[in-house]
């Protein structure tokens, strides 16, 4: 995952708080999926072709919608 974007320790931390809460299951790598949102919107790709580095991107478009309401 060297060559894939991915935020800080720092900058998860700073937004942690934020987080909602899981929804049952257990929940994905935050700070993965986080990074992934923010790769799919800077280089303004679709969610389906964001690198599988990030996890499957209906995970990212989910949580995506969730967390922007």
Known sequence: MSDVFLLSG???ERIRPFF????GGPR???RRVLSGIVYVIRNGLQWKD???AYGPH???YNRF???SR
């Open 20 to 23: 909602l809460l899981a929804h």
């Open 10 to 12: 720092r900058q998860i």
């Open 65 to 67: 919608i969730r967390w």
């Open 58 to 60: 209906k995970t990212l």
């Open 28 to 30: 994905v790598d935050d």
């Open 50 to 52: 964001a690198p599988k």
